[in-house]
């Protein structure tokens, strides 16, 4: 814990009971120096109680002396050794409450449009168990009649980076197993804002790749001519009477 709690507080009680300068107070509390100069002038923090951080343990006598006598000097937080070894929690990521609604729509969002990902990264993106993925992947839900599904970052349960990585490492893990990979899973290996600039024109398949450019030249195939149609007069060419006539004589 590099910064103590309630900082805001904290650094009301020190513009009000030191003389320490704001840059001291500002770096002790994880503030801009003009916040704190907002708050020694009141347009910061208005209606903020202050909160004694040499009450509540956090800072000592001795060194709120030492940073007054000396201005470069820079206020260190009271050792705490209830706090060693105090490590982040594991677990599914925090998820509002006005949010865990929208979870099994993302869900089924993620399971028909990324496949590849796995329930623990799925779990990890939207904040949610694993039970309810294989339900929803099931369709044993008990509402999968009504959920609808709809994108995750749109519902703003995660970030269209932190989905992007997810994707890339599934396919690559995937491509590392020796599995085969579809068109469209090539194009999720890049970022979204880079598949979107790609060529959208269907790629050939593999098994006729180099036919499209070839073709055939008169001289190896015979092409029969179609018959030329008689014209309308040759039907109609009768001989004159004068020369029936010559002929009778």
């Given amino acids: 814990m590099n910064k103590p709690i309630m900082a805001k507080a904290t650094a009301v009680w020190l513009v009000d009971n030191t003389t320490l300068s704001f840059k001291q107070i500002g770096d002790f509390c994880g503030l801009h120096e003009l916040e704190v100069q907002g708050i020694a002038d009141g347009d910061v923090a208005a209606g903020v109680k202050g909160f004694d951080p040499i009450v509540n343990n956090q800072l000592t006598q001795e060194e709120i ?3 007054t006598a000396d201005p470069t000097h820079k206020l ?20 509002p409450l006005s949010k865990r609604q929208d979870r099994p729509a993302s869900i089924l969002w993620l399971v028909k449009f990324h496949p590849e990902l796995t329930d623990g990264q799925i779990s990890k993106l939207v904040g949610t168990t694993k039970p309810t993925i294989q339900a929803i992947r099931e369709r044993t839900h008990w509402n999968i009649q009504n959920i609808q599904p709809i994108d995750p970052v749109a519902l703003g349960l995660c970030k269209q980076s932190e989905l992007d990585a997810a994707v890339q490492k599934a396919n690559a893990k995937k491509l590392a197993e020796g599995g085969a990979m579809t068109d469209d899973e090539r194009r999720k290996l890049v970022s979204t804002e880079t598949s979107l600039g790609l060529d959208t024109e269907p790629s050939v398949p593999a098994a006729i790749a180099g036919l499209e450019t070839f073709s055939l030249s008169t001289d190896d195939v015979e092409i029969e001519k179609p018959e030329e149609t008689p014209d309308a007069d040759s039907f109609f060419n009768l001989p004159d009477k004068d020369d029936d006539k010559d002929d009778e004589d």
């Avoid at 260190?76 to 998820?95: C, D, H, I, M, Q």
């Fill in 76 to 95: 260190k937080l009271k050792f705490n050794s209830a706090a060693v070894g105090e490590e982040k929690r594991r677990g599914p990521r925090y998820t």
């Fill in 65 to 67: 002396d030492a940073a």
